[in-house]
């Protein structure tokens, strides 16, 4: 299995760190964030991995090329001209991802230990077009899952939009928060490039909601207690950096 990592984001919400370096070169524990998630995605097996760029590229590019990638063949995806969100960041790397294999994508900002290789078994049981990581965390934005874990839909639950507008909660669906890992079968992959050739900036959660009917989209909660957190706000960073155990 490939994997792609996403690192090519602004981190805006992460400055002043992010005025001089890419939010994907954060530490915790005095180990970056990128670091973290080469070393997590090798221990599992998957050593061959993508890595998007675009602000304050060349820094990303230097610390893998002094680190000899630890231990892994990556490959580099520019996005130095454009910046094309993660939809757009994953059509754009296709050729780099392609084969007969799913691939895993991974944001740089996502702290956890949960098991990856149950992750991926979970996945290639299924037969899912796409395995979403989820949990029961409190968000704003909830996807909801029928009784089989395939998306049926989305609510904004301060403004009530739901997509598709068709969607309406009922005792047949639960609902549950992305967390940032998420594995993709060569259909989805070819969907995603179709999209992007007349759309290639993208974000990847409105387009699994606007193909639910396309594609079979399945949730998957680790059974295992594991940790959990975004560091892309210094709030949070913050409070990875104290409450994170090795």
């Known amino acids: ?7 090519a984001g602004l981190g805006t919400r992460l400055q002043p760190f992010t005025l001089q370096h890419p939010k994907a070169l954060v530490e915790v524990g005095g180990k970056p964030m990128l670091q973290r998630v080469i070393e997590r995605l090798r221990d599992a097996g998957i050593k061959r991995i993508v890595v998007n760029v675009h602000h304050f590229a060349p820094q990303i590019v230097d610390f893998i090329n002094r680190n000899d990638g630890f231990g892994c063949d990556i490959a580099i995806s520019d996005e ?5 969100d993660t939809g757009g960041g994953i059509a754009q790397a296709a050729d780099l991802l ?3 294999e799913p691939f895993m994508a991974y944001n740089a900002d996502i ?7 149950k992750m991926i078994e979970a996945h290639r049981l299924s037969g899912a077009d796409v395995t979403l990581l ?3 965390r409190s968000s704003s934005r909830q996807l909801y899952f029928d009784n089989n874990e395939r998306l ?4 904004n639950l301060k403004t009530g939009e739901c997509r598709p507008a068709s969607f309406h909660l009922d005792g047949d669906c639960h609902g549950a928060s992305f967390n940032g890992v ?3 079968n060569c259909k989805a ?24 009917s396309n594609l079979d989209i399945r949730s998957y909660t680790p059974t295992e207690t594991y940790q959990w957190y975004d560091i892309g706000r210094n709030e949070t960073l913050a409070s990875a950096r104290t409450g994170f155990r090795e």
């Open 189 to 212: 992959l070819q969907s995603l490039k179709q999209h992007a050739a007349g759309n290639p900036v993208f974000s990847i959660t409105p387009f699994y909601i606007d193909n639910i």
């Open 111 to 117: 702290l956890s230990d949960f098991d990856i290789s």
């Open 1 to 7: 299995m490939k994997a792609i990592i996403f690192a």
């Open 152 to 155: 049926v839909g989305w609510q």
């Open 80 to 84: 130095s001209s454009l910046l094309l």
């Open 134 to 136: 989820t949990s029961s």
């Open 98 to 100: 392609d084969g007969d």
């Open 182 to 184: 998420h594995i993709i």
